[in-house]
């Protein structure tokens, strides 16, 4: 795979989790890196009340979804080149409404150039059943990210 060049740069997972513990909007939703490979990314989660269309639905509101889907496919990026990466375009398609809880998104990359890149990234409601949500996006690369220290999540 074209991204296998950059394994010398990989981010290990307490690296990733460093950055998404920087955004509150991350925070919020209580991302987690569970897993990684040397291609794949997954995000854990937890949707609650703040993130749903109205409480007597129950149902997590679509910018909620794109949120985590966006993550996982940007920090897969990042994990396999070290560089930091913009979205330029993100597409979601919505398959099925999700409820508020548990969330489990899996990304992989499709292509990463130089300077351009593009990710998927597949969400199921509590890892289990069918998909929920899938999205694809294209990425600009920025500059190579600082190693950050694991610490623990900002409150």
Same mark, same amino acid.
């Given at each position: 795979?074209?991204?296998?060049?950059?394994?010398?740069?990989?981010? &290990?997972?307490?690296?990733?989790?460093?950055? !998404? *513990?920087?955004? $509150? +909007? =991350? &925070?919020?939703?209580? +991302?987690?890196? #569970?897993? +990684?490979?040397?291609?794949? !990314?997954t995000l854990e989660g937890e949707a609650g009340e703040?993130?749903?269309?109205?409480?007597?639905?129950? %149902?997590? =509101?679509?910018? @909620?979804l794109a949120v985590v889907l966006d993550a996982a496919?940007? !920090?897969?990026? /990042?994990?396999?080149?070290?560089? *930091?990466?913009?979205? %330029?375009?993100?597409?979601? *398609?919505? !398959?099925?409404?999700? /409820?508020?809880?548990? +969330?489990?998104?899996? @990304?992989?990359? *499709?292509?990463?150039?130089? &300077?351009?890149?593009?990710?998927?990234?597949?969400?199921?409601?509590?890892?289990?059943?069918?998909? =929920?949500?899938?999205? /694809?996006?294209?990425?600009?690369?920025?500059? $190579?990210?600082? &190693? $950050?220290?694991? #610490?623990? @999540?900002?409150?």
């Amino acid at each position: 795979m074209p991204w296998e060049r950059w394994w010398w740069c990989r981010m &290990r997972s307490s690296e990733l989790q460093a950055l !998404l *513990d920087e955004s $509150p +909007l =991350h &925070r919020g939703l209580a +991302l987690k890196v #569970t897993e +990684l490979t040397d291609s794949s !990314l997954t995000l854990e989660g937890e949707a609650g009340e703040g993130h749903v269309n109205s409480t007597a639905s129950g %149902v997590v =509101h679509g910018g @909620a979804l794109a949120v985590v889907l966006d993550a996982a496919a940007t !920090l897969v990026l /990042v994990h396999v080149t070290g560089a *930091d990466w913009s979205t %330029v375009d993100f597409r979601v *398609d919505y !398959l099925r409404p999700v /409820v508020a809880g548990p +969330l489990v998104v899996r @990304a992989v990359p *499709d292509h990463v150039g130089r &300077r351009i890149g593009r990710a998927s990234a597949v969400l199921a409601s509590g890892g289990q059943g069918p998909t =929920h949500a899938r999205a /694809v996006g294209t990425f600009v690369r920025s500059q $190579p990210v600082p &190693r $950050p220290q694991p #610490t623990e @999540a900002k409150r």
